[in-house]
């Protein structure tokens, strides 16, 4: 969406921060899970862009509902990008890492960081 980048940002670092505390708080029985939809008419759409929005393209509220009973349903899914697009659902993985390290980075580095972090720098 060119034309739309802060919006874009936004919904994409809300992607990473899903995946990123989902699995961490998931430890301590904690749930984050992100519901990502398509366009939805909601009360920040102005009547008029609604008119101008083409109706083969909307997604109703019901399914964003349908999405909030999945994660309501199932106490152990966290981590899960949900993205809705008209009347589906669907669950967006994690994509492939592109290398072992990077593999490692994001699923293994964990006891590095914890222990990295124990020192903090002084000040000069």
């Not at 008119?51 to 509220?61: C, D, G, R, V, W």
């Not at 809705?84 to 390290?101: A, F, G, M």
Request: glycine residues 4%; negative net charge; charged residues 20%.
């Amino acid at each position: 969406m060119p034309t739309n980048p802060q919006y874009c940002a936004a919904k994409h670092a809300l992607v990473g921060l899903t995946r990123s505390v989902g699995s961490k708080l998931g430890e301590e029985n904690i749930t984050v899970n992100c519901i990502y939809p398509a366009f939805v008419p909601t009360n920040l759409c102005s009547p008029h862009m609604l008119s101008l929005f083409p109706k083969e393209h909307i997604t109703p509220m019901n399914t964003v509902l349908k999405a909030i009973d999945r994660v309501l349903e199932d106490g152990k899914l966290t981590g899960e990008i949900l993205e809705l697009s008209l009347d589906q659902i669907y669950s967006r993985k994690q994509p492939d890492w592109p290398n072992e390290s990077q593999r490692w980075l994001g699923e293994e580095s964990a006891a590095f960081w914890t222990e990295a972090y124990k020192t903090v720098p002084k000040n000069p």
